[in-house]
């Protein structure tokens, strides 16, 4: 059973910082390409960030210069560290592991940024 569990999230004022975690487990974690999403209500879910499996990274315009994505293959983990949170980035922001065909996202972590 595939699992994909967050942590980190919280309340914090604009400015501020956070790092979100993800615990994957069920899949064979190295040969997937891992990454963040966000979802406000009402709108799509945006890619945020994303890592390949050779740690090549790409963001979202938005975020560029401000969040950092990473991953440890050993302990089949990935991180977002958040820095200079704007109130737009308030979402709920989910893991997400891809593999052609193969697609899983965990329940995800609210993320809201206001003072």
């Known amino acids: 059973q595939v699992q994909l569990v967050e942590s980190g999230g919280g309340l914090v004022q604009p400015g501020g910082s956070l790092r979100l975690s993800c615990a994957a487990s069920?899949?064979?974690?190295?040969?997937?390409?891992m990454g963040w999403y966000r979802q406000d209500p009402g709108k799509q879910r945006e890619l945020v960030a994303r890592?390949?499996?050779?740690?090549?990274?790409n963001y979202a315009d938005s975020v560029k210069g401000r969040f950092l994505i990473s991953r440890d293959n050993a302990n089949e983990m990935v991180y977002l560290q958040m820095d200079s949170l704007k109130p737009e980035d308030t979402a709920v922001y989910y893991c997400?592991?891809?593999?052609?065909?193969?697609?899983?996202y965990g329940q995800g972590t609210q993320v809201t940024v206001s003072s």
């Open positions: 069920g899949i064979i974690f190295s040969i997937y390409d």
């Open positions: 890592i390949t499996t050779g740690g090549t990274t």
């Open positions: 997400n592991a891809d593999r052609s065909p193969m697609r899983y």
